[in-house]
Nanobody, 127 residues
Framework: QAHLVESGGGAVQAGGSLRLSCAASGHTFSTYAMGWFRQNPGKEREFVASISRNSGSTSYGDSVKDRFTISRDNAENTLYLQMNSLKPEDTAVYYC????????????????????WGQGTQVTVSS
């Protein structure tokens, strides 16, 4: 079972950048496809980005394409989300998620496909 801990959130002005990290433990990190989601109170969880076990496949939500980059370091058991050109509408709690993947190129974009979740980290973008 994966244990996930996010970090790197904070407050930033519009146009700025943040890098989120998700440290994984409890299982072999390289067996997991990983994803980032975000959520605001009263709203549904939104897909942000996902990456396959071997980093060979990635996917992004339309609202973050060309601004955010997902990556992973299997040697360090860590998932990253580089967020550039941040906008106020990017404000949310960001969660990382993990799912065991038999295919090293598989990635998942729906939250119900991920059984393991972190506790979230708040990102606040001011205008």
């Amino acid at each position: 079972q994966a244990h996930l801990v996010e970090s790197g959130g904070g407050a930033v002005q519009a146009g700025g950048s943040l890098r989120l990290s998700c440290a994984a433990s409890g299982h072999t990190f390289s067996t997991y496809a990983m994803g980032w989601f975000r959520q605001n109170p009263g709203k549904e969880r939104e897909f942000v980005a996902s990456i396959s076990r071997n980093s060979g496949s990635t996917s992004y939500g339309d609202s973050v394409k060309d601004r955010f980059t997902i990556s992973r370091d299997n040697a360090e058991n860590t998932l990253y989300l580089q967020m550039n050109s941040l906008k106020p509408e990017d404000t949310a709690v960001y969660y990382c998620a993990a799912a065991v993947a038999s295919n090293p190129f598989s990635y998942y974009t729906r939250d119900r496909q991920y059984p393991y979740w972190g506790q979230g980290t708040q990102v606040t973008v001011s205008s």
